[in-house]
């Protein structure tokens, strides 16, 4: 990261104060030349985009809008595809590979074009050689996609699933995430360690560099699922030290529905110089490659290989991953953080710390994902129907999209469990990082620092936000 990204409370001087949209507030004078130089670029850049002018979204984290440009090339390639059915790809999707791979810090053959991210993500774990008795490390915040497969490979396999809770605290810090999975991975035993960057109900990035040198240091495959890392982040894949990191077409990203991508280690890196793990393809047409999980050809190439895709969708795909390259990733990265670093201030000065269900203080945890919660009691903050009835009204009311949810008994602590009723319906159900006893957060609410947002947006929520929880408190 290589801009601040907290806001510093500097008080600025009255010329840095008139740029800032909101008029009484502190705003260090850094913050302030910041949205000055790059709020303009945003704005203009917001106008690609085709979303509801009736609506304020704030969801990427859902799904992306494709800018203008890429819906015309996915327009033109449906209509290409309609006159001319018989040829697979309208561009080669070897060529699509190395287009992402060069932007995503890779290499083509480590790169597979997948369908979403639940789709590379079971395609990994699935491929994985998994003994009775492996364990899999995971964090109690993953998405369901996540869960369900680490359950299935459990029931199927005879895996153990361990949890380990995660620190998540106003002034929780990278270093004390890595010490709460170090004290859990155990070598020889723990198979894979499994997470999410950034967790998908917080929105907290994960240190996934430190993880996946602990990883190693035990003998274990890192799996990622990063729904929410690529489009979002600058991603430099073979520099992270992970060996299956599953990721989103359709959301940060802004590509079409229905594409996803699967980067899978394929050498020895300097980020991580350990053996590859046996690999078996679950889903391919190659007749070329092992059929024993040995490794040693183009895996990106053959998990690419299955049927006859909708290929116009891979090609506006690599149009938007070209599109995010000619802005510049790490401008795109910093817009991200900037916004949610001035989303996640502006809900703690107005709600309280409390409010923002994550770390807020350490640069390494942040992201464009803020899980928050503005009622002021913990027994509203934990009410389900309070919360579902407020992200209704938000959109009906005042024309704000947002999302919520946790996953509450019904994640990877689950009936016949007595543990699981711990933890309240559509809440977090994290545990404690030194205990492991049930430590449930409350129901989140989700908002996102979208390309397209501004800070008059974010003024705009916080208001409604006020007036509404006003309403129903
Ligand atoms: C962390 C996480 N993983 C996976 C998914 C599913 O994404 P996809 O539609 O790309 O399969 C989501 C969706 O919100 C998510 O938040």
Redesign the pocket.
């Given at each position: 990261m290589d801009q601040q990204v907290s806001r510093r409370t500097v008080l600025a001087g009255a010329g840095a104060l008139a740029l800032a949209t909101r008029s009484n507030a502190a705003v260090s004078a850094e913050d302030a030349a910041y949205f000055a130089a790059e709020e303009p670029f945003f704005l203009e850049f917001a106008k690609e985009f085709t979303l509801d002018p009736k609506v304020t979204y704030f969801m990427a984290?859902?799904k992306g809008s494709m800018p203008k440009p890429v819906l015309a090339r996915m327009k033109e390639g449906l209509d290409h595809v309609a006159r001319d059915p018989f040829p697979v790809y309208v561009e080669p999707s070897a060529k699509i590979r190395e287009r992402i791979a060069a932007a995503y810090g890779t290499t083509p053959d480590q790169i597979a074009i997948t369908r979403?991210?639940?789709?590379a993500?079971t395609l990994a774990m699935m491929g994985i050689e998994w003994k009775p008795g492996d364990e899999i490390l995971i964090t109690p915040l993953?998405?369901p996609?996540?869960i369900t497969i680490a359950l299935r490979i459990a029931a199927r396999y005879g895996v153990v699933v361990r949890q380990w809770g995660v620190p998540s605290l106003p002034r929780s810090s990278a270093d004390e995430v890595v010490a709460a999975i170090e004290r859990r991975v155990v070598p020889g035993k723990t198979k894979v360690v499994f997470f999410?960057s950034p967790?998908?109900p917080t929105g907290m990035r994960m240190p996934e560099r430190r993880i996946a040198e602990i990883a190693q240091k035990a003998g274990a495959i890192t799996v990622v699922?990063g729904?929410?890392y690529n489009g979002m982040f600058d991603p430099r894949l073979d520099e992270s030290g992970i060996d299956f990191f599953?990721l989103?077409?359709?959301?940060w990203q802004n590509g079409p529905g229905g594409t996803?991508l699967l980067y899978v280690r394929n050498r020895e890196l300097p980020s991580n110089p350990t053996p590859l793990p046996r690999f078996h393809l679950v889903r391919t047409q190659s007749r070329e490659v092992p059929f024993d999980g040995s490794r040693g050809y183009d895996v990106g190439a053959a998990l690419s290989l299955y049927g006859f895709p909708e290929s116009a969708d891979w090609r506006a795909l690599g149009d938007a991953v070209s599109l995010w390259d000619k802005i510049g990733r790490k401008r795109i990265e910093t817009w991200h953080l900037r916004l949610g670093a001035y989303f996640r201030d502006r809900i703690v000065e107005t709600f309280g710390e409390a409010a923002v269900l994550r770390p807020q203080h350490d640069p390494a945890l942040q992201s464009g994902i803020i899980g928050f919660n503005p009622f002021p009691k913990p027994e509203q903050r934990r009410d389900e129907k309070l919360n579902v009835d407020f992200r209704s009204r938000i959109l009906r009311e005042y024309g704000f999209r947002i999302s919520g949810l946790g996953v509450g008994s019904n994640g990877l602590t689950r009936k016949p469990d007595p543990e699981a009723a711990a933890f309240p319906s559509g809440t977090i159900p994290n545990r404690d990082p030194a205990t492991l006893a049930p430590a449930p957060m409350d129901h989140p609410q989700r908002v996102n620092a979208c390309v397209w947002n501004s800070r008059a947006d974010v003024d705009r929520f916080i208001d409604a936000t006020k007036d509404l929880v006003a309403k129903m408190t």
């Open positions: 984290a859902q979403n991210t639940t789709d993500l993953e998405h996609t996540g999410s967790l998908w699922d729904a929410h599953a989103c077409g359709h959301k996803g």
